[in-house]
């Protein structure tokens, strides 16, 4: 390679590298956190619900909703779980629910 081309494209390769390999380790966090989710198993009790409402600064006219379960597990846990409407309105407190391995979501078990 000519040392012109080297002194031009050098930088060049090192910056796609440099990113190159801080998306793939990103990526590489994001898909562990996702698979320990899945694998994780437990059983417990709805111990509170919450509901936050935040308005957005960009729209003022916005409003964006927050629900969220905790869960008191069998082993004394606490999870504290982000859920959609339908599933916070599906759920009240004293009712069971179990998180199956491989699952994405608890089921009420009844």
């Not at 779980?81 to 009844?110: F, H, L, P």
Request: proline share 2%.
């Amino acid at each position: 390679m000519q040392p012109e081309k080297a002194f031009v494209f050098g930088p060049i390769i090192i910056f796609f590298l440099f990113f190159g390999s801080l998306i793939i380790g990103f990526l590489f966090l994001v898909f562990k956190v996702i698979r320990s989710g899945l694998k994780s198993a437990w059983k417990g009790v709805v111990i509170d619900k919450t509901y936050n409402e935040r308005r957005d600064s960009d729209h003022h006219n916005k409003v964006n909703q927050f629900y969220c379960i905790v869960f008191k597990t069998d082993n004394g846990q606490t999870r504290k779980i982000a859920v959609t409407k339908q599933m916070y309105d599906s759920y009240n407190i004293g009712d069971r629910a179990e998180k199956k391995s491989g699952a994405r979501w608890m089921e009420k078990v009844v």
